[in-house]
């Protein structure tokens, strides 16, 4: 019984508790998500906006798209983390501590330090906190405390039992569970306070609450102060919550808030007189209550660790969400704001909340949603005239003053109200409802002569009043738009007219009526119409066309600055005029985050102010603070958080982290050459932005110098993938914008592609001089080859040439044999002669011998004298022998000359028988020849033998034949 009253009494207060009526944006991020365990026990942040969270399962890290998990080596949980100025990230679990470092390639790798520890203190319980003071760094477990300086570890054991480490302005502070609250002063722990002073309670937090004052959190007993070494209970009106409500962990938001991570209660945002101001719950979109960190980023919002999953809330973001029925969170039709009060009419009813106007950002007033009695089912749209908000019903018409209702008529379906004059205090109103159009008249305060135009039965949600041409527009859904021209009293109609795609329209669906600038505009499918007096028809307005084009919109707001709302395809966004852009005189600025979030078919925009838009959802209401958003211009990074080669396993070239001087840095060290051999030439890069309030806003675009020309355009892509890289030098740029045109400054990133073996210049030298000696064999072969050709001609010349001299000496030897056979034949001729005139001399001789011996040769006639004595001198003259001895050495190459010269004894006589012996005559013959008688034939060869010096063996023709010849 005890313990349910007092959840009866949490869920009372908790009701009863006030808090701002804005809600920031909520993202839940499930241990599916990030993929590892379910609790996360601490949280940081490192220079590069990288997040990190110590989970049951490892370090995780998230960089605003992807998530990352690094286990212990042990596989145990990590409770604390804590991140250094130079970037290492301490972590401390179950039995480990050490701290993570990226490697020379951007990896984040775990280094232990347990070793560093005394060895009798390395048994280790849980590091529950981690604190860095300079270059002290401090880690807690429940029995002792571990100091890590310049590479040593010192120890201080507990008393009893360490609770808790934590620092304030340099000083550390650690709670003793027997002693109470010490201060380490000169490395001496000094009593600041009793345990009694926190009602014997465990300390979660200690926060600077003014120059000479701290908060002090206790899990079960609320909050503390400390001043001038006195503790004392901070009176606050919510203390009992705290203490109903275990707060397990603190920050400090800004100067007069704090933050609390409650156990059963989720976040709540705490002002220093300990009243809430905010709360986040389940009911406002956390995932659990139970909270085990709270964590505030660079850019002001807020990450909660939860019990099961992690939470991020855009605690800074001019975005934020009103739900005025905490418990549906129905859609939100229509705003208005009327003496003080914000009125909601939801698909539910209508709620209201006092506004508190000291803060321009009326998302901060402290005042709970009433709903109003008496109004039940869906309001389609809340309407101000005359100082009353007329409420349109899907069953009724209401008149709401101050805290008065009254019903208008029983007619079943009210659209839209609409007065009937430019003037603040209108005399007649028009109504769309359901079934045609109502006019009213409004005296003495009141909404009276109901009145239907006749002839009408169309449903009217869309009506505008031109007060230059006395007549009222109206859009139907599918059939066009309705003109209805009113007489001059405005009581009735006069003319109806349905224009549609035969008078100028693009379409007779989507067609939105809407009164901007002091114009009766149409906004259609195809961009904003106007009608045109002239012609009767509608065009594309000359006015608008420049700022929507063809933009499908389905509608139009101004509001009091000139500034133009509207919605299209989901899509919210707004023509601001105060912002002038180049070559025109206004911009348009979207909001993605709100992309699919607005009502589809029953869009509203209300803006209030600058600081106050209103705008219909499907959950709740949206606000927005447009002043702030614009403001809201912080610095825009990129980060470049993965390169791996695609296809390889492990492939993982670059891990996200930057290294100058073993340093985490934001820009590659220029030192650092990232050569990739040829076969990785494939490339998978992914980047994202750590502006976690605005992911959904965050564009990008890249290039990659050394392949592409040009910077790709705007996406929200955030991975990219290069295929078959040629080689060479790459460098890859990134960077990122948002809605707003803000840019941030690129991010680069440096890499080498090797050429493959025959892509080297030692290889293509190699091919040089191998094409070079081909060349060259192949000169030296055509060379050769032409060598040879030319030897052929040459030979084949030669060959010809020498058939030609052999022909020529055939020829010259036939001749030569010719004359050779001509010389023989006169030789032959002359021998016979010769041997035929020695036997016609011998006979004559012969017959002359018998006269002669017969008489006296004296006594003979002179004439036989004469005969005589030609006789003798024909046997001894030598002209026939000078004559033959011509012709024998032509035919017998010189032979008598030859012989002359080797034997120069030799006389004319013996010439003439070498020669006669040469043409191998006999005795006989060579006597006829020579004139004489055998016998001197034969003394002649004897002479002639001993002149030679040759035997009888030898035979003189053999003999004469070799002398010649040598």
């Known amino acids: 019984m ?115 520890i005394p060895a009798k203190e390395r048994l280790l319980q849980d590091i529950w906190d981690i604190v860095i003071i300079k270059n002290d760094i401090y880690f807690r477990t429940t029995s002792k405390i571990l100091l890590l300086k310049n590479g040593v570890f010192s120890v201080y054991k507990s008393y009893t039992s360490w609770q808790f480490l934590g620092a304030v302005n340099n000083q550390i502070y650690a709670q003793d569970l027997g002693t109470g609250l010490l201060v380490l002063k000169k490395n001496t722990w000094e009593t600041l306070a009793s345990s009694k002073s926190f009602e014997n309670d465990y300390i979660t937090a200690i926060l600077p609450f003014s120059n000479d004052s701290l908060l002090v959190t206790t899990k079960n007993n609320g909050m503390f102060l400390i001043s001038k070494g006195k503790v004392s209970k901070l009176d606050a009106k919510d203390q009992s919550f705290f203490k109903n409500n275990k707060i397990y962990d603190a920050i400090t938001v800004n100067n007069d808030l704090y933050a609390f991570a409650t156990v059963s209660s989720g976040c709540v945002i705490v002002n220093k007189k300990g009243e809430i101001v905010q709360k986040f719950t389940s009911v406002e979109g956390l995932q659990k209550n139970n909270l085990r960190s709270v964590f505030q980023d660079h850019n002001h919002n807020i990450w909660l660790g939860l019990d099961d999953g992690i939470d991020f809330v855009a605690f800074n973001n001019a975005i934020k969400y009103i739900y005025p029925d905490k418990k549906k969170q129905t859609s939100s039709y229509a705003t208005k704001i009327l003496n003080n009060k914000l009125y909601v009419g939801t698909s539910n009813g209508l709620f209201y909340s006092d506004l508190d106007f000291k803060n321009k950002d009326l998302s901060y007033s402290n005042h709970s949603f009433t709903e109003i009695p008496n109004i039940q089912g869906q309001i389609w749209n809340l309407n101000i005239i005359n100082n009353k908000l007329l409420v349109s019903n899907e069953e009724k018409a209401y008149d709401l003053t101050g805290s008065k209702i009254e019903a208008l008529y029983q007619s079943p379906g009210t659209w839209i109200f609409k007065k009937l004059s430019n003037f603040s205090l209108s005399k007649k109103i028009v109504a769309g409802t359901y079934n045609g159009l109502l006019l009213m008249n409004y005296l003495d305060g009141n909404f009276i002569d109901k009145r239907e135009i006749p002839d009408i039965n169309e449903s009217l949600r869309f009506i505008v009043y031109d007060e230059t041409t006395n007549a009222i527009w109206a859009s139907h859904p599918y059939r066009g738009i309705y003109r209805f021209k009113l007489n001059d009293n405005k009581t009735d109609v006069l003319e109806k007219q349905l224009f549609n795609t035969g008078n100028g329209l693009p379409s007779s669906l989507g067609n939105y009526v809407a009164e901007v600038k002091n114009r009766i505009v149409i906004a259609t499918i195809k961009g904003i119409y106007e009608f045109n007096e002239d012609s009767e028809r509608f065009e594309q307005s000359k006015t608008f066309a420049p700022i929507f084009g063809d933009m499908q919109i389905q509608y139009l707001n101004e509001d009091q600055y000139g500034n133009i709302w509207f919605v299209s395809n989901k899509h919210v966004g707004v023509v601001d005029f105060s912002r002038k852009e180049r070559n025109r005189g206004f911009s348009i600025i979207y909001f993605p985050e709100l992309t699919s979030k607005v009502l589809a078919g029953f869009e509203n925009i209300y803006p209030y102010d600058k600081q106050n838009i209103f705008i219909g959802a499907n959950k709740g209401l949206i606000h927005i603070n447009y002043l702030s958003y614009l403001k809201n211009i912080k610095p825009l990074n990129v980060v470049l958080t993965q390169v791996k080669i695609i296809g390889e396993k492990d492939s993982i070239v670059f891990g996200g982290y930057f290294l100058t001087n073993n340093k985490i840095s934001k820009k590659q060290d220029t030192n650092q050459k990232n050569l990739f051999a040829n076969q990785y030439n494939s490339l998978h890069l992914e980047y994202s932005s750590t502006f976690y309030e605005q992911q959904d806003n965050i564009e990008f675009s890249y290039m990659l110098s050394g392949f592409d020309n040009n910077w790709s355009v705007w996406s929200a892509k955030s991975e990219k993938d290069y295929t078959n890289l040629p080689p060479g030098k790459y460098v890859f740029k990134i960077k990122a914008r948002n809605n707003l045109g803000n840019e941030s400054a690129a991010v680069t990133y440096k890499f080498y592609i090797d050429p493959a073996w025959y892509q080297t210049w030692w290889f293509k030298l190699f091919c040089l001089i191998l094409v070079c000696a081909f060349i060259f064999f192949l000169i030296q072969r055509q060379k050769k080859k032409h060598l040879k050709e030319q030897e052929y001609i040459r030979k084949a010349y030669q060959l010809e040439l020498e058939h030609n001299e052999k022909e020529i000496v055939k020829l010259r030897n036939e001749k030569l044999e010719a004359d050779v056979n001509h010389k023989s034949k006169e030789l032959a001729t002359a021998t016979m002669h010769l041997m035929q005139r020695g036997k016609l001399i011998s006979k004559i001789k012969e017959e002359l011998l018998p006269i002669v011996k017969t008489e006296d040769i004296e006594d003979s006639p002179e004439e036989f004298k004469k005969i005589l004595t030609l006789i003798r001198d024909a046997e001894r003259t030598d002209s026939d022998w000078e004559h033959f001895s011509v012709h024998f050495d032509h035919v017998h190459s010189n032979f008598l000359s030859k012989l002359k010269e080797r034997v120069p004894a030799l006389s004319a006589n013996d010439l003439k028988l070498c020669a006669y012996l040469k043409m191998n005559l006999s005795s006989k013959e060579i006597a006829q020849l020579m004139s004489v008688s055998n016998k001197a034939v034969e003394v002649s060869r004897y002479r002639l033998r001993k002149k030679l010096e040759v035997s009888s063996d030898t035979n003189l023709f053999d003999y004469l034949i070799e002398i010649t010849t040598h």
């Open 2 to 116: 005890k313990r349910t009253a007092i959840i009866i009494f949490i869920l009372f207060f908790v009701s009863k508790t006030q808090a701002q009526i804005g809600v920031p944006e909520i993202k839940n991020f499930s241990s599916i998500d990030y993929k590892g365990g379910t609790q996360n026990w601490d949280i940081g942040q490192d220079k590069n906006q990288i997040m990190y969270f110590a989970n049951n399962e490892g370090l995780i890290t998230y960089n605003g798209k992807y998530w990352n998990i690094y286990p212990l080596p042990n596989k145990t949980i990590v409770r604390s983390l804590k991140i250094a100025p130079d970037g290492k990230i301490y972590v401390g679990g179950q039995d480990e501590i050490g701290y993570f470092f990226p490697d020379q390639n951007g990896k984040l790798k775990y280094h232990s330090l347990k070793s560093l």
